[in-house]
Every structure is written in C-alpha cells, then in structure tokens.
C-alpha cells in the first residue's frame, strides 16, 4: 500500500479523492499543515510554489489543489484570489460587478499538484459556464448559486454531488489524476 | 555611506525614499528583484514573509513597502490585494459595490519593513477617511481618485504629491521609518 499525503484543510476533498481512488492500492492521508499560497496570476504558480515550500517537508509523495472562478468580462477576476473575495463581497458582489454586463461567460479552473522526488505533475480540469442573473439552489459552496456550467441550466448549486462532479472543474482534474495513478 | 536595498519594481516610491533621507549618511539602491507576496489577511504578514524569503540573498540590509485600501462596510475588501483587484475591477467596481451603502469609510495602510542582521523592524502609516460617489481627480495612481481623506473635501487624486504625503499612509510610514534611522 503506497501512502500519498493530500495537504489541505478541506476534509471533503480528501474523501473525494479517497472514494476516486479506492480501486488502487493507494492510502491517501490528510495532511493539514498548510502552506503559503503566494499572489501569482495563476493557479499554476500558486501550486508550483506550495509544491516547492512542501518538497522537502514531507516523507511521501503528495498531492494538493488549488481552485478558482474567471470571469471574462472582469478580465479573469476572482481568479486565484476566489476564496478571499467570496468572504468578502459573496455571490452578491459579483453580481453587482456584472450588473450592466451582457458579457455573462465564466469559467471554474482546478489544479491538481502531484509531487513524487523531483517530479512534478499538473492535472487541469476546467468548466466553461455562464453567471447567473440570481442566486439559485443551496447545495456545493461558495459560488455555485450564481454557476450555470454549458449545457445545462440550472446551478452547480441545484445539482447533487454527483451530478456536479461529472461535469465541474474538480471532477475533470481529478479524473486526470486517477487517469495517471492508473497508469503508474 | 551605508548602503540599505529598496526591493520594489516601483521607481516613485525609491525617490520617494531617497529623498526623505537625503540628509543621512545612507545610500538607497533599487533592486528590483521581486519575492514571492503570500496571500494573507495582512500586510505586515505579507512583509514579513517576503522579508523571510530575502534576508538570505542579500548581502545589504534591505527595505520592502507594501500598501492597500480596506473598506469597513467589505470588511476590509480589497485589502492586502488592492493592486490585483484594482486591475481588475478598478474604482468603477469598487463604486458599484458601494453603490447602496451608506457606510462609506476606508482606510488606506502602508507597512515599510527594514532588515538588517536578523533584527525586523515595521512601519505602519494608517490614513482614514472615505470612499467618495464619484471619480475625481487626475493626479495619483490606483484608488486616489475615490479616496478623500478625514478632514478634506478633496480626493488624494486632486491633491499635489507634497500635500498628499503630509496626510497619506505611505508618507506617515516613511516619516517612522525615517525617525528610526535618524536614532540609529
């Protein structure tokens, strides 16, 4: 059984990461410490530089993500900083940024950072969508009342668990993932 | 002549600071060579990390400056990301996020940090004041022109650099840091 540290504060991405890999012989272990999260203007940098400030931390291959929502016509914010606007102007600021805007295209990124001695793997996965003009459903978190992913139309926030991560952002990277333990 | 580091790609703020100690036996050298800023909820954790990153790659002691806007009624929005948010969204959107609020107050802060032999010392400037209706004024840079200050009727955008600097966090951070030096 190979162990893989998964380092985050959110018990519910490990269990989602648990359920997508428990076909493999692969103990995923919850580390909580934390790491810098630096202002970059990708989530690709914000990961590359945990990677490199955990590398030599921890005695086990690891994992960790990173996620965010770009809005187009807001030139991509809130982008890497998702987390801290959200706390601090919710799903209501963003819909009072985009009042006027017939530009409604948005899309929800995820990174997923695998660190194994020296060798670094990105896994991306991306949802395309649209904001909404109201704050619909109570499921998922944070801005998934004001997503429409394409295709569909309803929220994130209207859809299950599943449903949701068939098509999100975080389901697509962690299906990158499993792709490449797979093959491991 | 001692020679104190300004890390900052910011050439207006070296003047700034060269001009302050003009009359002191220092020398202040520019190196634009960047840190890593972490995402935080404060300024003064953002310095001290990049502090932390540099003390070892400089053979000088060195100075670092980081400032930002926070609005009480966006608990405290877009605080130490001031700069991304503002190429974002700009001081329309901060206006639109306002717009029905009747709380208008803010603060500008500015940390200058200084370095020197494993001895860390900080510099806050603080300026209050209120987050006005409208854009106004051309001079200054950022969030200036919706910035007017407690006991003004202008916006900093409208005032000359001198008077700006008498009354804004950045001037009162550097008359600290200058304080200091002149005890040294």
Do not use: W
């Not at 692969?26 to 970059?40: F, L, R, T, W």
């Not at 809130?78 to 706390?87: D, L, M, R, W």
């Not at 991560?165 to 491991?184: C, M, Q, V, W, Y």
Request: contains cysteine.
């Amino acid at each position: 059984m190979k162990t893989i540290y998964f380092v985050t504060g959110n018990q519910g991405k490990v269990l989602e990461v648990k359920n997508k890999l428990s076909g493999f012989n692969i103990d995923i272990v919850q580390k909580n410490i934390g790491y810098p999260e630096i202002q970059a203007d990708s989530l690709e940098e914000v990961a590359e530089y945990g990677i490199n400030h955990l590398k030599n931390k921890l005695n086990h291959p690891f994992i960790l993500e990173d996620a965010g929502l770009f809005i187009d016509s807001l030139d991509g914010f809130p982008g890497v900083y998702s987390a801290y606007v959200y706390y601090r102007i919710g799903c209501e600021g963003i819909l009072k940024l985009l009042e006027n805007k017939k530009d409604r295209k948005a899309y929800f990124k995820s990174v997923y950072a695998f660190y194994n001695k020296g060798e670094k793997e990105f896994f991306i996965g991306k949802c395309d969508g649209l904001i909404n003009r109201e704050i619909t459903g109570d499921k998922g978190f944070g801005y998934d009342p004001i997503f429409i992913p394409d295709g569909k139309n309803i929220t994130f926030a209207q859809m299950d668990i599943k449903e949701k991560n068939k098509i999100s952002h975080r389901g697509k990277a962690l299906d990158k993932l499993t792709e490449f333990f797979k093959k491991d």
